[in-house]
């Protein structure tokens, strides 16, 4: 069965602070996706990681992939209280994504 | 900015009724699919489709769920007898082409089955 496990689930931090969140899965993948969910709110693209090695940034977000270690990484600096949010990974699997069980950030000033 | 549009955007309806979700995916993309989130659950693939036949479809998705895409614009999603554990925010999604590209995700229907 395939897996896409997040870690933390849930993550309250100070303003300024740095913090990382995980995504691991279970299958050989190139692709993975991170998205933003506000609450009650629709799923916001941040990044698509298309192969090994892959590093995007915008802003304070910054994301990675290692597709030998079947990891993905989203990594927070300086976080703000804008960034309060519930952050998804995705793996690309075939014809659609397979998420992972979010991780609920808020960020405390 | 182009947009994945969905209605209606609440919908409550009595268990064993039928529902139709409507979306209109945004114009040059190719590839249209259905998510389902459950409250305070990740989010679940359903059904995706190319070329007007589904390519590829969850076990959620049985024999009470279909799709349909009418005309050139809209792509529907519908549940024929509703159950209780049906009660979600359902998702449409569209992507230019299959894999490798953003997938935008429009902003949920979300079905509360009474």
């Known amino acids: 069965e395939l897996k896409v496990e997040q870690n933390p689930l849930f993550l309250s931090m100070q303003e300024g602070k740095n913090y990382t969140i995980y995504c691991n899965y279970s299958t050989t993948s190139d692709r993975l996706y991170w998205y933003r969910q506000d609450p009650g709110k629709s799923l916001e693209s941040l990044f698509v990681?298309?192969?090994?090695?892959a590093v995007k940034q915008e802003g304070r977000l910054m994301a990675s992939l290692d597709t030998k270690a079947r990891l993905s990484t989203l990594h927070i600096t300086a976080a703000v209280h804008d960034l309060s949010a519930t952050y998804f990974c995705?793996?690309?699997?075939?014809?659609?994504?397979?998420f992972g069980a979010g991780t609920i950030l808020r960020v405390k000033s | 900015e182009p947009e994945v549009t969905q209605t209606p955007s609440h919908q409550v309806t009595q268990m064993g009724q039928e529902v139709i979700l409507r979306c209109v995916p945004i114009?040059?993309?190719?590839?249209f699919y259905w998510y389902r989130q459950i409250l305070g659950q990740k989010v679940e693939f359903l059904v995706s489709?190319?070329?007007?036949?589904?390519?590829?479809k969850s076990e959620i998705f049985d024999d009470q769920f279909s799709v349909e895409r009418p005309d050139g614009s809209n792509f529907t999603l519908k549940i024929r007898s509703t159950k209780l554990e049906d009660s979600a925010m359902y998702f449409c999604a569209s992507s230019r082409v299959g894999t490798g590209n953003t997938i935008y995700f429009g902003e949920g229907s979300w079905l509360t089955v009474v």
């Open positions: 990681l298309l192969s090994n090695g």
């Open positions: 114009s040059n993309h190719l590839y």
């Open positions: 995705a793996l690309e699997y075939g014809n659609k994504l397979v």
């Open positions: 489709f190319y070329n007007n036949e589904i390519s590829e």
